[in-house]
């Protein structure tokens, strides 16, 4: 019988495409595997530096690539102003620039306005404290805009701004019984940020299903905040359950 002719093994190349590029790595700054923002409600408001490594340490022990944090402190009601506030970012930035972790900082938490702000901007509706329409029509020029403007000048000025992913403007942000003020409030908020930090993504801060415009199902303010609002990215607080579908 005739020996069959051996034929020629494939090569490498003939396996396998060759690889392609990988994407850039997320504004978070960590690559594909790691994409993990870990909450930490009060986590700039601890007064040792101690507490400060355990957290960053725990944070990059879940494996995330950043911390999301609140400017404004409703768990021991510390009343720093925006200064205060910059330079612990700073403080705690050598202990999250070895773990690759970063902070996304919402600039008021909605539970606890910025020191010094007008009695009637927030209070109690559906159940907890929180900002209200005055707020978001005017009175967020006032104390907001000062306390925001002096945390992002000390973090500036503190050499810090490299462990920020992002500032939020606010914490679960939702104008329910005037939505259209919403728009206004972030279109403006946005520019003011802007002109302390020029480089650092913006995100809204918005919470879950039918906040901003309460069961209005194709709502225009939802497509303006998710099409064409001047905002980098989201955290969308979806734990709102609407319905089977």
Known sequence: TATPT???SPTP?????SPTPSPPSPSLGQGQERFLLVNQHGGLFYESDADLQENAAYAAWLGASAIRVFATDSNTHKPWDGKRVGRQI???APHLRPRRLKLVVALVNNH???????????????GFFQLLPPFYQDRWKGPYLRFADDLITAVREGGATDVIAAWEVGNELHTPQTPMAF???LQSAVTE???VDA???IWPGTMGGHHLQPWVVRSPLARWLY????????TLHAYDWLSGD
């Not at 190349?13 to 495409?17: D, I």
């Not at 910025?114 to 209070?123: I, M, N, Q, R, T």
């Not at 099409?227 to 989201?234: G, S």
């Open 193 to 195: 940020v802007r002109k």
């Open 13 to 17: 190349q003939s396996l396998a495409p």
């Open 112 to 126: 606890r306005p910025v020191p010094g702000e007008a009695p009637d901007s927030a209070g109690w509706v559906e």
């Open 227 to 234: 099409c064409e609002a001047p905002v980098d990215a989201y």
């Open 6 to 8: 051996p034929t020629a």
């Open 90 to 92: 700073v403080r705690w």
């Open 183 to 185: 728009q206004v409030f």
């Open 199 to 201: 480089m650092t993504p």
